[in-house]
């Protein structure tokens, strides 16, 4: 207690003794000091680093196409189509000045993978727009869980007559194979076949596409001598395509969900000696197909969505493709798919938000679009697409045939038969 009670004493006796210092300085130096001078400091040698633009943040949607599977010919190069339809976009300054981010998922053409594919798209990456499928099977696997959740799925290639009936949120630039079916049953009747045979692969698409096609000629007043199917993981179809020729039909026809089986059942077919028409529809007329089928398919006539992309903006795509890619087939579908792109960017500068699903969606409904696989055309109320149409081509002699031509050469529209 004592020794703390010192303490205080002790300072002041220090503080009293500085002040006495400090006085006698001042009467040893009376002259005034001068205030001090400011110190000069070096200029900065090294110029700030500018403050980095940040990126704005990218409209992100879903990419769902056959990568693998029976449709693996022309998933891949839709694919291909569409990131070139971004590339370009975003070039171009993007949308509203954001990039466009596509996430890709493989479909495999089958229902199970297109919702694994779905699931992954939504749940994992939150797209709310989805560009796909490819094969209508898979989108009529995905599309209800779409519909359910709000999610607007457009497809640049799936066909099958069910899927007008999918939903509000499902919409697609592909032509409906109840159209396809008319103008081939026209076709084949026309040209005067009054009994025919059919196979076709066991998928949505094709059995769709057999199915709307028998409709129609059996609705002429043809008749059905013969019908057989096969499953996509076949490589040999003689045993079905003997079953064909031997009820003498007066034309067969082709419906394939891949391009290796529909090219192999032409080739096959004249290979047992059917010297007879042959018919069929966008798949057996594919690139990889005729290169399969080789002189079997000279003549074989096909209704396909029109293939020479007459608008300038086709043209021009189908020149950047063939120079990016170095291959083409089904040219329609690589057009429509990359058309697609292009919409979904339009709604999204409309809507400002890939989230907002209802925003695009009526985006689409009120939508008429000029693009590479056609002029004006829109969607209907059931998400169809209205003012696109087919043509018959005819596949030409192997010699003929060239990258330009693709194949075949187009013989005009479809046939009206009353």
């Known amino acids: 207690m004592l020794r703390n009670a ?9 503080l009293l003794g500085a002040v006495m210092v400090a006085a006698l300085a001042c009467q040893e130096d009376p002259t005034p000091t001068s205030p001090p001078q400011p110190t000069a400091t070096a200029a900065p040698t090294d110029t700030p680093e500018p403050t980095a633009t940040p990126v704005p943040e990218p409209f992100t949607i879903g990419v769902m196409e ?19 339809a971004a590339d370009e976009i975003n070039a171009a300054g993007g949308v509203n000045g954001r990039p466009l981010n596509l996430i890709i998922e493989d479909s495999k053409c089958g229902a199970a993978d297109a919702i694994t594919a779905y699931n992954k798209l939504t749940d994992v990456d939150g797209v709310k727009i989805i560009l796909g499928t490819s094969c209508s099977g898979a989108m009529l696997g995905a599309a209800p869980l ?37 103008d081939t049953g026209n076709t084949m009747w026309a ?14 698409y094709a059995e769709g596409v057999r199915r709307t096609t028998t409709e129609r000629f059996e609705a002429l007043g043809g008749t059905v001598s013969a019908a057989e ?12 395509l003997t079953k064909l020729t031997e ?21 096959q077919l004249r290979e047992l000696g059917y010297d007879g028409p042959i018919y069929a529809e966008s798949v057996v007329a594919g690139t990889q197909a005729l290169e399969i089928a080789g002189a079997a398919a000279n003549g074989l006539k096909a209704i396909i969505p029109s293939p020479d992309l007459e608008t300038e903006r086709g043209k021009q795509f189908l020149s950047n493709f063939r120079e990016r890619y170095g291959f083409i087939t089904l040219p329609w579908f690589l057009g429509s798919a990359y058309d697609d792109v292009f919409i979904a960017a339009e709604c999204l500068a409309m809507t ?3 989230q907002d699903a209802d925003g695009f ?17 829109s969607f209907d109320d059931k998400g169809e697409v209205v003012g696109l149409a087919n043509v018959v081509v005819q596949v030409l002699p192997v010699a003929e045939r060239n990258l330009d031509n693709q194949g075949y050469e187009i013989l005009g529209a479809a046939p009206s038969v009353q």
């Open 229 to 240: 199917s096969y499953t996509s993981d076949a490589t040999d179809f003689r045993s079905q």
């Open 66 to 84: 056959s990568v693998t599977g029976p449709g693996e010919s022309y998933g891949t190069v839709m694919v291909q189509a569409k990131q070139m």
């Open 191 to 204: 040209d005067g076949a009054r009994t025919i045979a059919s196979i076709n692969e066991l998928t949505d």
């Open 247 to 267: 009820s003498n039909p007066d034309a067969i026809h082709v419906a394939a969900q891949s391009e290796f089986t529909g090219g192999t059942i032409v080739k």
């Open 352 to 354: 400002g938000d890939d």
């Open 361 to 377: 969606r009526d985006c689409l409904y009120d939508l008429t679009y000029s693009g590479a696989i056609g002029d004006d055309f």
């Open 6 to 14: 010192l303490i205080p004493r002790m300072l002041i006796s220090v």
């Open 146 to 182: 779409a519909e359910q959740d709000g999610v607007v799925m457009l497809s640049a290639s799936a066909t099958n007559p069910d899927i007008a009936e999918a939903g509000d949120y499902i919409f697609r630039t592909a032509i409906n194979d109840n159209k396809l079916g008319v």
